[in-house]
């Protein structure tokens, strides 16, 4: 730091998330230099860094400099062709849109892009493990049907207590957890919640008729969508499992079989 306050008058600082080295070099003593960057407004305090940012800190006209033409499409992130995730969210909207207050809320993995077309599925999604909690607090404010969408992975994380919160005090809730039998997001490690989800709710107080496996595939469609049904008009604290392997592992385990 010493060497660029030396160097430099004045300084543009790009750096991703929280703008470490431009409070550090803000700080600098000595030499009056001027630093430019997230704190100064420069670049906003929020989102990520792209051409465009970059270009107009830097002055640039970003409409002449880094214009995308109309044929490069803008394409943001979905979920796998194949992924069990769009079965459910097919058939949760299906439901949810008999109702008029109804609200779904969501965790953090890849069924997070539920929130985007062409699903639109999730209303809100704050952090690991508030998907259930969340739910709960609606349901206790008059909102029915009120639904949580958290993973496998999720729910071993940081998940389980919402649900015994919600067992604890038999909040009117539906808790579906899509188990692609991984950690999809990260990478496919092994989930700590492989083959035991169902004896984790039980556990926690969950009555056991209202913990229901269902395989997401087209064929089960009409199942599925009864199920979630069922659950949602139950008073109680109801668990679905909807339950099949993530589409990326299962193609990576049959490329080793083949190989």
């Not at 700080?27 to 906003?44: A, I, S």
């Not at 004896?199 to 009864?226: A, D, F, Q």
């Amino acid at each position: 730091m010493e060497k660029i306050a030396s160097e430099c008058d004045e300084l543009l600082v790009l750096e991703e998330g929280y703008p470490f080295v431009e409070a550090k070099l803000k700080g600098f003593p000595g030499k009056g230099l001027v630093v430019h960057g997230r704190l100064d407004g420069t670049l906003r305090r929020d989102g990520e860094l792209n051409p465009d940012v970059v270009g107009r800190a830097l002055g640039k006209n970003t409409e002449q400099h880094y214009h995308i033409p109309e044929i490069v499409e803008q394409r943001p992130p979905a979920l796998c062709k194949g992924c069990g995730h769009r079965d459910v969210y097919d058939a949760l909207n299906e439901i949810v849109g008999e109702y008029e207050n109804a609200k779904v809320f969501a965790d953090i993995g890849c069924y997070t892009l539920g929130a985007l077309p062409p699903f639109r599925a999730i209303d809100s999604c704050i952090d690991m493990g508030a998907s259930i909690t969340m739910a709960k607090g609606a349901s206790d404010a008059g909102v029915h049907p009120a639904v949580a969408m958290i993973g496998d992975s999720t729910f071993t994380h940081s998940g389980m207590t919402g649900l015994l919160d919600c067992v604890n005090e038999n909040a009117n809730v539906t808790i579906i957890i899509s188990d692609n039998e991984t950690t999809a997001m990260t990478g496919g490690q092994d989930s700590a919640a492989t083959g035991r989800i169902e004896s984790i709710c039980k556990g926690i107080g969950v009555n056991p008729e209202h913990i229901r496996v269902v395989v997401p595939l087209k064929k089960n469609y009409e199942e599925m969508k009864k199920m979630i049904k069922e659950e949602v008009e139950y008073k109680g604290v109801s668990v679905i499992i909807p339950r099949r392997e993530c589409i990326q592992t299962l193609t990576r385990k049959n490329k080793k079989k083949e190989a």
